[in-house]
């Protein structure tokens, strides 16, 4: 079936640094794909998005580019912020009524 | 536009008890659907609306589980005899039919149930 798998957190950072969240999938097809965001005390929100193959989504800064040849979907940031610490979550929609599949969350934590 | 909303917040349940939660999706969207998220792990599927037409159920909704849509408007997540392993962030989305935002879901701040 249909998943999604995440690098493993937490990922640790200091304010300014380049960061890379890793995301692979499986899939049936070329599946939309996104990234979604949790803040501490909040519910989750879309990040970015991408369609199909070789978008780039993009969104407050963060980036991600669909790549089908190795079924990734790394998210980019080129400067984070203290306010970026967060759980990002990988997903894909799967099935006729676009159900998402979740990888487990990568969590960040970005010191001044 | 005030988005999706879930009532309650948080609930504390005895093992056993029945619990019913609460979710109001944004106003014209007629998907909704339900997730479940435990401690460290993304949300999982556990039902789909289409209007009031539950068109999905996933294997991890047993049959202490129901889910109603009722005039496909709010819709409303019972569990019955709670177990502890029912204890989870139970999350609700909504998202628009067509156009481009089709894909897009609208998450609500979910529900966090604590069975003791």
């Known amino acids: 079936g249909n998943s999604v798998t995440q690098m493993e957190g937490p990922v640790t950072l200091s304010e300014e640094a380049f960061l890379t969240i890793n995301c692979t999938y499986t899939?049936?097809?070329?599946?939309?794909l996104f990234w979604y965001v949790q803040y501490p005390g909040e519910g989750l929100q879309l990040l970015l998005k991408?369609?199909?193959?070789?978008d780039k989504g993009s969104n407050k800064g963060f980036e991600a580019t669909y790549r089908k040849e190795t079924t990734s979907f790394h998210l980019e940031k080129g400067s984070v912020q203290v306010s970026d610490s967060a759980v990002y979550f990988c997903?894909?929609?799967?099935?006729?009524?676009?159900?998402?599949?979740f990888g487990a969350g990568t969590r960040l934590a970005v010191h001044p | 536009d005030t988005g999706v909303s879930q009532n309650p917040r948080h609930k504390i349940t005895k093992r056993g008890q029945n619990v019913t939660f609460r979710c109001d999706p944004i106003?014209?969207?007629?998907?909704l659907y339900w997730y479940r998220q435990t401690l460290g792990q993304g949300p999982e599927f556990l039902t789909y609306?289409?209007?009031?037409?539950?068109?999905?159920k996933s294997r991890l909704l047993s049959d202490r589980f129901s889910a109603e849509r009722p005039k496909g408007s709010f819709s409303t997540l019972e569990i019955q005899r709670t177990e502890q392993g029912d204890s989870a962030m139970y999350l609700c989305?909504?998202?628009?039919?067509?156009?481009?935002?089709?894909?897009?879901?609208?998450f609500g701040p979910g529900t966090r149930l604590t069975v003791t």
């Open positions: 989305a909504s998202s628009p039919r067509t156009g481009g935002d089709s894909y897009e879901q609208y």
């Open positions: 899939a049936t097809g070329y599946p939309s």
């Open positions: 991408a369609t199909k193959a070789d």
């Open positions: 997903a894909l929609v799967s099935g006729g009524y676009n159900k998402l599949i």
């Open positions: 106003s014209e969207h007629n998907r």
């Open positions: 609306f289409q209007n009031e037409a539950q068109l999905e």
